[in-house]
């Protein structure tokens, strides 16, 4: 397709204002795609073998499709999504293999490009322009994330810093010599290094403005506790390695949620349990297919994350839709005493309390016979004052959520902080 005729269809969507809905140039790049799949990808010709793919038409039909896990993906490891030929591979990503096998990611150049379209109109919603220094804190290597944070910025023609993460001491000492704008990092690293800011009192030197968060949920108390701490702008980007990486989708000024790129993939919200398409506005699983991807094109992909589309327009004017901040992943559901819980609630609990800082750590226990769910938050409370938040908080969750929990006041800073993600959830009971 040519460039105009591109140009052409992206206004007619805007015309029609169809938000989440399939619209036209989804469903014909949706069926165009389709319509090879099979002889592209071994992955989709194995999963597809006994549907007829002619008879998908429509929205609809395209919604009988089953989806693909991230099990599917492990199972063909290491390069069974490969859809081009290997010529066309320039490179290839990985997503943890903390829990098992790693999914392998196999890029072709115009993927790569595309990743940093995607990108670089991330920082352009957060107002970045090519006059900042973006200080890249997340890692570089086989996972998605600081490679695509540079690749962003470059093409933004921002002064990309590619520090990684780790070492404090330096990444404080180049943020000061180089007055970097920008930060780049996860929600755990930007707390720990506004901390640190704090601790040393060098925030004059600085020249910070904005923040670019991602990768980890993170509640409205922690992002309030960074922004105020740092004095920046923080915006929330979103991505994952299966679908290029972070930076399909960010906040922007007015905080309402995450605009994502829609010309280049097709999101539905979904039940996790049924699997039915939820209307706008539902919380459920988010999935997400493909429509330009070359290297590992997916479809109807579960991400586990918890999340909904907002259904309307933004005020800041963007025609690309919104989906809320992501609010927890399916599988940190936690069963207790019978209940589904999710880590959201005691963001929500913590956030009724201003003497508990943002930082916390659930442990469940099976002791004698029962669940035993004890919630550790820090506090700059003295000790004397301590049992009766203790007390108001674990009254408080019960007439939230009707379940009886230990709240457990410790010190700011007892609990730990990492580089990347930090578990929250301990269950000890299997
Ligand atoms: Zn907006």
Not at 87 to 96: A, F, G, P
Not at 127 to 144: F, K
Not at 258 to 269: A, K, P, Q, S, T
Request: charged share 30%; glycine share 8%; with cysteine.
């Amino acid at each position: 397709m040519t460039k105009d005729s591109y140009m052409l269809r992206v206004s007619k969507v805007q015309i029609l204002g169809d938000n989440m809905k399939m619209n036209d140039y989804q469903l014909e790049t949706i069926l165009r795609n389709l319509s090879t799949i099979k002889d592209r990808s071994p992955f989709y010709q194995m999963k597809y073998k006994d549907i007829d793919l002619t008879k998908i038409r429509d929205q609809k039909d395209f919604e009988t499709l089953p989806f693909s896990d991230k099990s599917d993906l492990r199972e063909v490891y290491p390069l069974g999504l490969q859809a081009v030929p290997d010529k066309e591979v320039v490179r290839i990503h990985s997503s943890s293999g903390t829990t098992g096998t790693p999914v392998i990611i196999p890029y072709t150049k115009k993927d790569v490009e595309d990743w940093a379209i995607q990108f670089e109109r991330c920082y352009r919603m957060a107002g970045i322009t090519e006059m900042d220094r973006i200080h890249i804190t997340p890692g570089y290597g086989l996972w998605t994330a600081g490679i695509g944070f540079q690749a962003g910025a470059e093409r933004l023609g921002a002064m990309a810093i590619p520090m990684g993460p780790g070492n404090t001491e330096k990444q404080l000492k180049m943020m000061v010599d180089l007055q970097s704008t920008v930060l780049c990092a996860t929600s755990s690293y930007a707390l720990l290094l506004s901390e640190e800011i704090q601790k040393r009192g060098i925030r004059d030197k600085l020249a910070l403005k904005k923040g670019v968060i991602g990768s980890e949920r993170w509640g409205d108390k922690m992002r309030k506790r960074i922004a105020g701490e740092l004095g920046v702008e923080l915006y929330d980007i979103y991505g994952l390695t299966e679908i290029y990486g972070p930076g399909i989708g960010i906040s922007c000024s007015y905080k309402n949620g995450i605009h994502v790129w829609d010309d280049y993939l097709y999101f539905e919200v979904i039940n996790p349990k049924t699997g039915e398409v939820l209307p706008d506005g539902q919380v459920g699983e988010l999935v997400i297919t493909t429509l330009r991807k070359e290297g590992a094109p997916l479809i109807r992909y579960r991400t586990h994350d918890l999340t909904r589309i907002i259904p309307g327009d933004c005020p800041c004017g963007s025609r690309f839709p919104r989906i809320d901040i992501i609010t927890g992943r399916t599988d940190d559901m936690i069963k207790v005493k019978g209940v589904n819980m999710f880590p959201a609630q005691f963001e929500e609990l913590i956030a009724k309390f201003p003497d508990a800082s943002s930082e916390y750590q659930v442990m469940i226990d099976h002791l004698e016979g029962k669940d035993h769910l004890t919630l550790f938050f820090e506090t700059k409370l003295e000790q004397e004052k301590r049992p009766q938040l203790e007390k108001d908080m674990a009254k408080e969750f019960k007439e939230m959520v009707n379940i009886t929990i230990i709240p457990k006041a410790v010190n700011i800073g007892d609990l730990p902080r990492s580089e990347k993600k930090t578990p929250r959830i301990f269950d000890n009971r299997y």
